[in-house]
């Protein structure tokens, strides 16, 4: 039994862990939402695992064939996409902020909160990516 | 990032690769093939969409049997990008 993919079997794992939460929860609650959750995480951990043993990464397979200009691409393309989700983000808690000023709801401090930490966690790996890049690229 | 003046303006490097290939009687396939890119990379750099990396300017000089300062028309590019960044100083000031 050889591994040939990684990240499947990490996936897997962290199901597998979370499926046994799941479990241990539902032991104790007896809701039916935690061992549904129980179920699919199992399903999809084991779904993982099998894949760790047979195939390579659907990334993994394109990379081997990418030429210096797809890396550029690919680049681009994840900095307009994170770009354009900024965008979102911004616009996402301007109105939210302009919904609460309108109809005070608890609703819309949450998205407020939500899309600000979004944005804020953005920064900071941002920061910190940047950082260790100058140190090491 | 004076460097990247070209980049900037979405404008990239000018090379002689078009003429050379046709010169050659090469389809751009073909010379994708030798060089191990695709031949959309060989299609945006004749275009001048793309700028090459040293190693496949290297490669593809080796390929004309001529040098990368040659193909790549690094002088002009050069002088180009020198009249930029005079312009840029000259619009600053």
């Known amino acids: 039994?050889?591994?040939?993919?990684?990240?499947?079997?990490?996936?897997?794992?962290?199901?597998e862990i979370i499926a046994i939460v799941c479990l241990i929860t539902f032991l104790y609650h007896q809701e039916?939402?935690?061992?549904?959750?129980?179920?699919?995480?199992?399903?999809?951990g084991v779904i993982s695992f099998y894949n760790s043993l047979n195939k390579k990464g659907s990334i993994?397979?394109?990379?081997?064939?990418m030429d210096e200009r797809d890396i550029l691409l690919t680049m681009k393309t994840d900095k307009t996409t994170l770009r354009i989700l900024n965008y979102i983000l911004l616009i996402g808690s301007l109105v939210s902020i302009v919904f609460y000023s309108i109809y005070p709801s608890v609703?819309?401090?949450?998205?407020?909160?939500?899309?600000?930490?979004?944005?804020?966690?953005?920064?900071?790996?941002l920061f910190f990516v940047n950082i260790y890049y100058e140190k090491h690229a | 990032?004076?460097?990247?003046?070209?980049?900037?303006k979405g404008i990239d490097m000018k090379t002689k690769i078009k003429k050379m290939r046709i010169n050659a009687k090469m389809t751009q396939k073909q010379l994708a093939d030798l060089v191990n890119v695709s031949s959309r990379t060989i299609i945006s750099i004749e275009k001048e969409q793309y700028s090459p990396s040293l190693m496949l300017a290297y490669r593809?000089?080796?390929?004309?049997?001529?040098?990368?300062?040659?193909?790549?028309?690094?002088?002009e590019n050069k002088r180009?990008?020198?009249?930029?960044?005079?312009?840029?100083?000259?619009?600053?000031?």
């Open chain 1, 1 to 15: 039994m050889k591994i040939k993919n990684q990240k499947y079997l990490i996936t897997a794992i962290i199901m």
């Open chain 1, 32 to 44: 039916t939402r935690y061992i549904l959750a129980f179920l699919l995480t199992f399903i999809y």
């Open chain 1, 60 to 65: 993994e397979i394109a990379s081997r064939n």
């Open chain 1, 107 to 125: 609703i819309y401090i949450t998205l407020i909160i939500t899309f600000t930490a979004i944005m804020f966690i953005q920064l900071a790996i």
């Open chain 2, 1 to 8: 990032m004076k460097f990247t003046s070209h980049l900037r």
């Open chain 2, 60 to 75: 593809l000089a080796k390929v004309f049997n001529t040098s990368v300062e040659e193909l790549c028309c690094l002088e």
């Open chain 2, 80 to 93: 180009i990008e020198d009249r930029e960044i005079i312009n840029n100083q000259e619009g600053t000031i």
